[in-house]
């Protein structure tokens, strides 16, 4: 396949992905892991645990820096910024459309309905990327009881990067180096669906430099999910700059959230509410700018990491916490369906659509559970 080809091939899928990409950056992985390494085998299973694993480690968007590594591994540096522009640009599109809205009339249009079932959906994607992650990563018992302890801490609250990089440490000291490496992420941004209307903005003029200065920094020490993301940006916009109120800004983490792509496509929508388009383009460029430079900075070195024999533990461990930190959204995502028997009924359909066609591609049931979601509520 030739070079343009291989581009070409990469815009499409990760445009897609970006289109289709509901359910935060475990689902996300989930689906990139079915797409590169199931369906097109750009990359054995064993270097996407890899990346997943170092992906946690760095800051920024774990699924959006996992697009660029993938399209950097396709097609190098050209297809690491078509990958990364790819899959961020429909969420940022939507979320530019979207803060218009809100500008122009106060509020945002209604479309729960359509998103109620989605993560139902969700549940299944995570579920099968877990299982065959997992077979990949679980390689002894010692591996399996480093997975099994990450599962508990992240039920029990604790902060991802210090699961990770706790039993990562343990792993690389107390292991014989495994066979196998494995990985994905951490907690998907549930849907939000409540969104209140627009608050009264303060009227303070921000140089759109100044604009992008704050949202680089952001992007460059962001560690861990969207919730995350929400004390960041209340300390530094609400609190020291007063750029924004609390209202404002609860509303624009809402539409991070519910638009397909990563979740820091609010920046996007804070940015249009502070300057207009060209705020959001620099708060946009800002947050996603430095997830280009560590994974080019980072992808080319990995596999002279992985020849030493204590990184190489240090990764096995890290993967293997990473898979269980996923299993343990699952978790978190099920016992919450428990309470509705609508979701348990769309992720059920789901699961047995997914059994029955094993080669299923995820966005039909991302489809199915937003159509599936729209006409039970109606019930």
Not at 49 to 60: A, R
Not at 134 to 144: C, D, H, N, Q, T
Request: hydrophobic content about 55%; proline content about 4%; some cysteine.
């Amino acid at each position: 396949m030739s070079k343009a080809q291989k581009l070409y091939e990469t815009a499409t899928v990760f445009a897609r992905l970006g289109i289709l990409a509901f359910g935060g950056p475990a689902a996300h992985i989930a689906m990139m892991q079915e797409e590169v390494v199931q369906r097109r085998q750009w990359m054995s299973e064993q270097q996407f645990l890899d990346l997943v694993g170092v992906t946690n480690l760095i800051p920024g968007p774990n699924s959006t820096e996992m697009a660029i590594h993938c399209g950097y591994i396709r097609a190098g540096t050209p297809g690491l910024l078509l990958a990364g522009i790819c899959f961020i640009f429909p969420a940022v599109f939507l979320t530019g459309l979207l803060a218009w809205f809100y500008a122009q009339y106060g509020a945002l249009p209604n479309v729960e309905p359509f998103f109620f079932g989605i993560k139902a959906a969700v549940l299944v994607i995570i579920c099968n990327a877990v299982i065959t992650l997992g077979r990949k990563a679980v390689s002894s018992r010692k591996l399996a009881g480093l997975g099994l302890i990450a599962i508990i801490l992240s039920l029990l609250g604790l902060p991802a990067v210090a699961v990770i990089l706790g039993l990562g440490l343990i792993g690389a000291v107390n292991l014989s180096r495994p066979k196998a490496t494995g990985t994905t992420l951490m907690q998907v941004a549930p849907v939000v669906l409540g969104v209140g209307g627009a608050a009264t903005l303060p009227t303070i003029a921000v140089s759109t430099t100044h604009l992008f200065l704050v949202f680089l920094k952001i992007g460059a020490v962001l560690f861990g999910s969207g919730y995350v993301l929400v004390a960041f940006l209340n300390d530094e916009l609400v609190h020291k700059l007063g750029w924004l109120t609390s209202q404002v800004l609860m509303d624009s983490i809402a539409i991070g959230q519910f638009t397909p792509g990563p979740v820091l496509s609010t920046a996007t929508f804070i940015g249009y509410q502070i300057a207009g388009i060209e705020g959001a383009a620099a708060a946009t460029l800002g947050i996603f700018l430095p997830s280009f430079f560590f994974v080019l900075l980072l992808n080319p070195v990995l596999p002279y990491l992985r020849r030493s024999p204590a990184v190489s533990r240090f990764l096995d461990a890290v993967n293997v916490v990473s898979v269980g930190l996923m299993a343990a959204v699952v978790i978190e995502l099920g016992y919450g369906f428990a309470k509705d028997w609508r979701l348990l009924v769309i992720a059920a359909v789901a699961f047995a659509m997914n059994y029955r066609w094993k080669k299923l591609n995820a966005a039909l049931l991302v489809l199915w559970g937003s159509l599936a979601g729209y006409l039970l509520r109606l019930v």
